[in-house]
């Protein structure tokens, strides 16, 4: 149930940050012989009531048993949406002054699958209470909410130019993708970025920098400096924490924290972790 949860957020929060909700859905299972019947109709259960709640319909698809397939990748799906020419918006769209927010908290996602993946492990080093946070934070791996929200502000002019969500290289990596991919500049401060306490604890157990660590469920938002006020309160009254970091700057400046240029780190933290974990050397 909560890899197919996984499996339909990941793929509409791609497209969400687009500003659009999913609409149609195409879905291809190609499965292990050994899965049951069961766990087939709860993973397309899953999908139907995630799909209902957005207002997207499964248009086509396909579903099967084969030799040699294998977890944790088990087929394909695409989302697609229709919307006005001027009704969508792409990570290459900030604008010099925009205002830069950033969702939840860094290191979500790294967090969330290395408390799932060695539970015993943090329970040990951390206690039951940080553990039990920590693997809650599963649910939130997702922009979907974000992003919807953020959007019914306004795009473009009226409101959010860009979103992006930090997967790989987390939030810093995130917020230079944005900078590279709009030709422009920023200057932020890092400090800002939510770490959340139970976050902050299991980077530290496991040698991470929560700023590099894989963040599905972390959006970031270039929006229009007179309504970043208004898309902060609109996440805030649906639940969703955010922060303001900074701003996007003129074309070809260099990407500032805190007056020092900074660069994305070369490697995620989270795969030396979860590597150095699987293989026992973290005890």
Same mark, same amino acid.
């Given at each position: 149930e909560r890899a197919a949860w996984f499996a339909f957020h990941i793929l509409a929060s791609?497209?969400?940050?687009?500003?659009?909700?999913?609409?149609?859905?195409t879905m291809d299972w190609n499965l292990p012989m050994d899965i049951e019947d069961d766990q087939?109709?709860?993973?397309?259960?899953? $999908?139907?009531?995630?799909?209902?709640?957005?207002?997207?319909?499964?248009?086509?698809?396909?579903?099967?048993?084969?030799?040699?397939c294998a977890y944790p990748m088990v087929g394909g799906a695409t989302f697609l949406a229709i919307a006005p020419k001027d009704g969508w918006i792409t990570a290459? $769209?900030?604008?010099?002054?925009?205002?830069l927010l950033v969702t939840k908290t860094a290191a979500l996602e790294a967090t969330a699958i290395l408390a799932n993946t060695f539970p015993d492990l943090v329970q040990k080093k951390l206690g039951a209470e940080v553990t039990s946070r920590a693997r809650a934070l599963f649910e939130s791996m997702s922009t979907v909410e974000d992003a919807l929200t953020a959007a019914s502000v306004g795009l473009r002019s009226d409101g959010v130019w860009a979103m992006h969500d930090a997967t790989e290289g987390g939030v810093r990596n995130a917020v230079w993708e944005m900078a590279q991919a709009s030709g422009l500049g920023v200057d932020v401060d890092f400090s800002k970025v939510i770490v959340a306490?139970?976050?902050?604890?299991?980077?530290?157990?496991?040698? $991470?920098?929560?700023?590099d660590a894989i963040s599905e469920g972390t959006l970031l938002i270039a929006t229009?400096?007179?309504?970043a006020a208004k898309v902060l309160e609109s996440l805030r009254r649906k639940g969703i924490s955010a922060v303001d970091i900074g701003a996007f700057t003129k074309k070809g400046r260099p990407c500032w924290d805190r007056g020092r240029v900074f660069r994305p780190a070369d490697r995620d933290p989270f795969w030396i972790a979860f590597?150095?974990?699987l293989?026992?050397?973290?005890t």
């Open positions: 791609d497209l969400t940050t687009s500003g659009v909700a999913p609409e149609y859905v087939i109709e709860t993973m397309l259960r899953v $999908m139907d009531r995630e799909c209902r709640r957005y207002g997207a319909a499964i248009v086509t698809g396909h579903t099967g048993r084969y030799e040699g290459d $769209m900030a604008k010099p002054g925009n205002r306490p139970a976050v902050a604890e299991v980077s530290n157990l496991f040698g $991470m920098e929560p700023l229009e400096v007179d309504t590597s150095r974990a293989s026992g050397e973290i």
